[in-house]
């Protein structure tokens, strides 16, 4: 050989060792970045078949604040390291804001604002968000540019399909970016399906593809408890030895009948309580009026000033399901007259949400007083929350005995978890005004 | 096979006939196509015929997206016509319906 031959055989060598390195690191950024799925295996199933490159696909579950857990599945366009570092911002910012308690159409909405500025035109990021609540057995689904995902019953049967409705992420301005999310009520168990393409573009080495009929027939075939498990046995036989040019990723949540929210809720909490700082008593009064209902989220910010005071993670969890409990009746029941009755039923159930949008876009002259105090001494340390609507109020008592009736029906349910909750509850005449009291200590 | 496009005059209007594979290799030859047909048509509606398409993939959205921004600077706009059902489910699941007129 050559010296000049070997020269260029060494420099080859010293840039595929670079390059080598690169991969490594930019596979453990990923590996950290994505994948961390922290909710029980009981009621959340993922696997995730990797391909041979980066793929782009994000894979993302997070408990929030509240009895629910946010599900993303992200994918964005191309392959590779430039795929990959697309893809960064948008599991940081759903995590983020999953923490903080902001609904998917939030963060949807907040992804797309991200994506639109960071990715350049012909980049885009097709994403499916979903929010199970399996106290109140809703779904909420956002779907821009993913496959359809679905909801199975026990025998597999699929009777509720969500397509994508909206354009991916990174493509529309944030004035022409619709974050609106479908609505759906389980009245028999089942489960939540969501999935890449990779799933259903699976080849084998004949080279077809593994379709969603084959998907769809899979999931007939077992019962419940082994579903999950029969679907990525089904996929790897069809694979077989073909090589994979794109990520599998699939998310499967139980939607249960049986879930009792706080129960489950305390056992999941760890015993992280953080250290209560100083003194520390404090007032936050907020005055909101029909505008800043329509637009602010504001039991995020609530949320958020607990944790900076120092509130343990505990007692913040519990304190959000009260916050959001009794915001939510002031606003639907107090200023938008709406009915619990209407909840009732699955379609009722959608129709009750339509409803209160439409009532709350139309909204004009009303407003909420929200009061929050801590209060500290020797003997006890609780937090004082009152919250006043400017509704005509509505007849708490009849409330309460018709909420001992149907205990578990969805409209009641919500008022005896708050009062199971806290050490006190009063609601005030006319019935537009409720205290609570909750220990801290 | 690669992506060939070939810029026509239907009607008064610029069409873009495209056959093969519309794929992340397609760039150069669908960016330097449309620069070229619309440099010879240079106003009206631009129509972007895919009966020889038969695969897409998400790449090739991206460069109709890039195309679009074009069209749009010089007040243009841009159809996609003779789409297959391939092309078409697609277009669907990505909505581009709502950025493209589809015929």
Known sequence: MSPEKALVLEVEVEEAKKTEKTMSLARYVMGRMVRKVNVDEDLLQHWVLPAEDFSGDVVAASMTAGDRVHLMLADGTGHGISAALCMMPVSEIFYAMSGKGFPI???????????????PVDRFVAATLASIDWSNKTIEIWNGGGPAAFFVNEAGERIQTWKSKNLPIGVLSDKDFDDKVDVFHWEQGGQFFMYSDGLTEARNPADELFGSER????????????????????LMAHIDAAVSDDDVSVLAVNCKTDFEGSVELEAKTKSNQAIVRGPGTWKLELKLDAADIQKIDLLPILLTWLKQCGISQKNSQRLFLILTELYNNAVDHGLLGLDSKLKTSSEGFEGYLKKRSERLSELQEASIEVYLERIKDKKEDYLFFRIKDSGPGFDFLQHFRGQVVCVDSLSGRGITLVNSLTRRMTYLEPGNEVEVEYILG | MALNVEVKNHNGRLRLMMSGRFDFNSNRNFRKAYEDGME???TGPIELDFNGVDYMDSSAL??????KERAEELDRSISLVNCQESVLEILDVVNFGKLFSIK
């Open chain 1, 105 to 119: 159409a939030s963060i949807a909405r907040e992804l797309n604002k991200k994506m639109v500025s960071l990715l």
């Open chain 1, 215 to 234: 998907l769809y027939q899979a999931l007939l075939r077992a019962d419940t408890a082994s579903r999950f498990e029969h679907l990525k046995e089904s």
């Open chain 2, 40 to 42: 010879r048509y240079a």
């Open chain 2, 62 to 67: 991206g460069m109709l997206l890039l195309f």
